[in-house]
């Protein structure tokens, strides 16, 4: 029986034609960020109708350069604890603190309240993350950071093709971080983006240039100079060339995970799941069931895989904190993560339908 994968990628001849293009030009990678590098930062900037954006090497870099451009050192980030620990290491990375807050009960972003609840004297920023391609309230959390006149970097890396009030994530947003695993809805070898919607945004480029190449700044033939620290961050040619293609398909494959979402939204018998919306990309379905490990293991033996997204960040020993986040924990011990990618089958989501019905 094969197996009904939880993630995979939906691929063709023109990614199998850009890798072979690509592996024999012998031009592999560019710390400048030179050649497909470049041309995917451009397509994937008139994408989301912003004004710039830099490619990286991953979305945890990404997020690492984003808050490295607000000097968050001892100073507190405030984000969700339902996120992948990507999102918390990026501040400790940058000498900040990552303050948990609860999420919305129905879409499992952070919410507003709860983010007002925890403004301190020493927040510097908000870290919303756009759970399975749901957008948090972009809207209420833009008017929390302008009262407090505090910074805004969004976590994207579920996001790619979500809108939110109908512009697309991306567009509008001070630092947005993408991510480009290879189970993402633009799926890379590995990448990430940072999208830049800020005044001086041409500067900001120019810094995080080069940061996502160890620094390096000013460079002319074989000198070059370093002002400050960086990394080696920067975006692989291959990844680049799979990007371009996936993104020319992003649209049409993330349709089809709607139509999907939309059929699970009707025929479950589930009493909570995620909501369905036409703005949301769904690259994570999630269902609550009460009894999960038994419940999983009936799945497995059913030929369907599922996941679990996520343990949350403040169960983990580095991230532990005394005060309770009453919705984030209620949830996590029921969450599963259910088949959805552009590789399903009809027959595959009618049996994955009719299996989650039978045991629950």
Same mark, same amino acid.
């Given at each position: *029986?094969? /197996?009904?994968?939880?993630?995979?990628?939906?691929? $063709?001849?023109?990614?199998?034609?850009?890798?072979?293009?690509?592996?024999?030009?012998?031009?592999?990678?560019?710390?400048? $960020?030179?050649?497909?590098? &470049?041309?995917?930062?451009?397509?994937?900037?008139?994408?989301?109708? =912003?004004?710039?954006?830099?490619?990286?090497?991953?979305?945890?870099?990404?997020?690492?350069?984003?808050? =490295? *451009?607000?000097?968050?050192?001892?100073?507190?980030?405030?984000?969700?604890?339902?996120?992948?620990?990507?999102?918390?290491?990026?501040?400790?990375?940058?000498?900040?603190?990552?303050?948990?807050?609860?999420? @919305?009960?129905?879409?499992?972003?952070?919410?507003?309240?709860?983010?007002?609840?925890?403004?301190?004297?020493?927040?510097?920023?908000?870290? +919303?993350?756009?759970?399975?391609?749901?957008?948090?309230?972009?809207?209420?959390?833009?008017?929390?950071?302008?009262?407090?006149?505090?910074?805004?970097?969004?976590?994207?890396?579920?996001?790619? $093709? =979500?809108?939110?009030?109908?512009?697309?994530? $991306?567009?509008?947003?001070?630092?947005?971080?993408?991510?480009?695993?290879?189970?993402?809805?633009?799926?890379?070898?590995?990448?990430?983006?940072?999208?830049?919607?800020? &005044?001086?945004?041409?500067?900001?480029?120019? &810094?995080?240039?080069?940061?996502?190449?160890?620094?390096?700044?000013?460079?002319?033939?074989?000198?070059?100079?370093?002002?400050?620290?960086?990394?080696?961050?920067?975006?692989?040619?291959?990844?680049?060339?799979?990007?371009?293609?996936?993104?020319?398909?992003?649209?049409?494959?993330?349709?089809?995970?709607?139509?999907?979402? &939309?059929?699970?939204?009707? /025929?479950?018998?589930?009493?909570?799941?995620? +909501?369905?919306?036409?703005?949301?990309?769904?690259?994570?379905?999630?269902?609550?069931?009460? %009894?999960?490990? /038994?419940?999983?293991?009936?799945?497995?033996?059913?030929?369907?895989?599922?996941?679990?997204?996520?343990?949350?960040?403040?169960? *983990?020993?580095?991230?532990?904190?005394?005060? /309770?986040?009453?919705?984030?924990? @209620?949830?996590?011990?029921?969450?599963?993560?259910?088949?959805?990618?552009? @590789?399903?089958?009809?027959?595959?989501?009618?049996?994955?339908?009719?299996?989650? %019905?039978? @045991?629950?």
């Amino acid at each position: *029986m094969k /197996k009904i994968k939880l993630f995979e990628p939906f691929t $063709g001849k023109k990614e199998e034609e850009v890798i072979k293009k690509i592996l024999n030009s012998h031009f592999w990678a560019s710390g400048s $960020g030179n050649g497909l590098v &470049k041309k995917f930062e451009e397509n994937f900037k008139n994408y989301v109708n =912003s004004k710039e954006c830099v490619a990286v090497s991953n979305g945890t870099a990404a997020l690492h350069l984003a808050l =490295s *451009m607000l000097d968050i050192r001892n100073k507190e980030v405030i984000l969700p604890s339902m996120t992948f620990v990507a999102t918390a290491h990026a501040i400790v990375l940058n000498g900040g603190k990552p303050v948990f807050a609860d999420v @919305n009960e129905s879409s499992l972003c952070i919410d507003p309240k709860e983010i007002e609840s925890k403004i301190t004297k020493n927040t510097k920023a908000i870290l +919303p993350v756009h759970f399975g391609g749901f957008s948090a309230d972009l809207k209420k959390i833009s008017k929390i950071a302008k009262d407090f006149n505090i910074s805004i970097v969004e976590d994207a890396a579920h996001a790619a $093709g =979500s809108k939110y009030n109908g512009q697309k994530i $991306g567009s509008h947003g001070e630092f947005v971080c993408f991510s480009f695993h290879p189970v993402k809805n633009l799926a890379m070898p590995t990448g990430g983006i940072i999208s830049i919607n800020k &005044k001086q945004s041409k500067e900001i480029v120019k &810094k995080l240039h080069a940061k996502r190449w160890c620094g390096i700044t000013e460079r002319i033939e074989t000198d070059y100079n370093i002002k400050e620290i960086g990394w080696n961050y920067y975006m692989n040619e291959f990844s680049a060339g799979i990007g371009l293609e996936q993104l020319k398909k992003l649209d049409t494959m993330n349709n089809i995970r709607k139509k999907i979402a &939309k059929k699970y939204d009707k /025929k479950l018998n589930i009493e909570r799941k995620i +909501p369905f919306n036409e703005e949301c990309s769904f690259h994570i379905y999630w269902i609550c069931i009460k %009894n999960r490990k /038994k419940f999983r293991k009936k799945l497995d033996e059913n030929g369907i895989e599922t996941g679990t997204h996520y343990k949350p960040v403040h169960h *983990m020993d580095m991230y532990k904190i005394k005060s /309770k986040l009453k919705i984030t924990d @209620n949830v996590s011990t029921e969450l599963v993560s259910i088949p959805i990618h552009p @590789n399903l089958t009809e027959e595959n989501v009618e049996k994955i339908i009719q299996t989650i %019905n039978e @045991n629950v």
